[in-house]
């Protein structure tokens, strides 16, 4: 069965975008080709994809999970019912206020490769109703001080085992196991 993780750049005080949602602090750093493999195994190994939906319930132009660099089923989360849109042949699935059916139907979808969850409620909500195996990171060497957190407002504790850690250019990547309680 499939292995759900959150899979997130990060900012070393743990924001995964500024005040406005922007994620151009991203960018001009060095990268080493081994920073770029991590990243390459993870993403070659999504099946499936668990979001929220934009306000608009639509898919935007540029707003492609990955960058458009997977084509995996996505499933959206949503307050209303939406009929699938398919965009630059990736099929987005609306699922009304059930995250674990969303990840059930994620799981189904991708068979033995990964789901990722994005951003930070979903993250926070599968974190709590223990359905996230694993959590990828990767550190930008950035302070923000202020922006959107991937944790902050996470309801309960949750320990971690190290699985992995690795450091190259700028980036330093963290992979972790989700414990059970």
């Not at 996505?74 to 059916?101: C, K, N, W």
């Not at 202020?146 to 990547?173: C, D, M, N, P, W």
Request: aromatic fraction near 6%; hydrophobic fraction near 40%; charged fraction near 25%.
């Amino acid at each position: 069965m499939a292995k759900v993780i959150i899979h997130a750049t990060v900012t070393v005080d743990g924001f995964m975008a500024d005040i406005d949602g922007g994620v151009d602090w991203m960018n001009g750093f060095p990268s080493a080709p081994e920073d770029e493999e991590v990243v390459r195994r993870v993403v070659q190994d999504i099946g499936a994809v668990v979001g929220g939906a934009n306000k608009t319930q639509t898919i935007e132009d540029g707003e492609v999970p990955y960058g458009g660099m997977i084509t995996a089923p996505v499933y959206l989360m949503t307050h209303s019912t939406h009929e699938p849109i398919e965009r630059d042949g990736v099929t987005y699935t609306f699922v009304v206020d059930d995250i674990a059916q969303a990840v059930e139907s994620a799981k189904k979808a991708a068979g033995e490769k990964l789901v990722s969850l994005l951003g930070g409620s979903i993250s926070r909500q599968c974190l709590e109703l223990g359905l996230v195996d694993e959590i990828h990171l990767d550190v930008v060497p950035i302070l923000l001080g202020e922006g959107i957190s991937l944790f902050t407002g996470l309801r309960k504790s949750i320990r971690l085992q190290r699985v992995e850690t690795s450091a190259f250019a700028s980036e330093t990547h963290l992979r972790y196991r989700v414990l059970a309680e």
